[in-house]
């Protein structure tokens, strides 16, 4: 009962954790409104095997499947768009874009995206 416990807690774990959230404006040389928002996730580190004891086939299997965001496509596509969820939310808050904006650069680091835009 405990093995099952242990094994639905680190499935319930979320693949990454946000680290911070950052709002830049500026204006351009017409006077327009631009925006850059970085949006950065810590770095996990990668499970550990115990090389004394004796591996089974399910303690291979479960480390090779872990996910790290630094490797997975899945998962900076879910940052993405969790990163435009958020902008837009920010940029409602500042009310800073008043009718629309356009989203034309996305940037991406190792543990990072940026989207670069301007408003309409």
Same mark, same amino acid.
């Given at each position: ?29 017409q006077g ?14 990668? !499970? ?11 303690d291979i ?9 630094? !490797? ?7 940052? !993405? ?16 874009? !008043? ?13 990072s995206v ?7």
């Amino acid at each position: 009962m405990v093995f099952l416990f242990g094994c639905t807690s680190s499935i319930n774990e979320p693949p990454y954790e946000i680290n911070q959230k950052q709002f830049y404006d500026a204006l351009d040389e017409q006077g327009n409104k631009l925006f850059a928002y970085v949006v950065s996730v810590k770095a996990k580190t990668r !499970e550990q095997i115990n090389l004394n004891k004796k591996l089974t086939r399910s303690d291979i299997e479960r480390f090779a499947e872990q996910e790290h965001f630094e !490797e997975s496509t899945v998962l900076k596509l879910q940052l !993405e768009d969790q990163a435009v969820e958020f902008l837009s939310k920010e940029l409602a808050q500042r009310n800073y874009c !008043e009718d629309k904006y356009k989203i034309n650069e996305v940037l991406w680091r190792d543990l990072s995206v940026q989207l670069r835009g301007r408003c309409l």
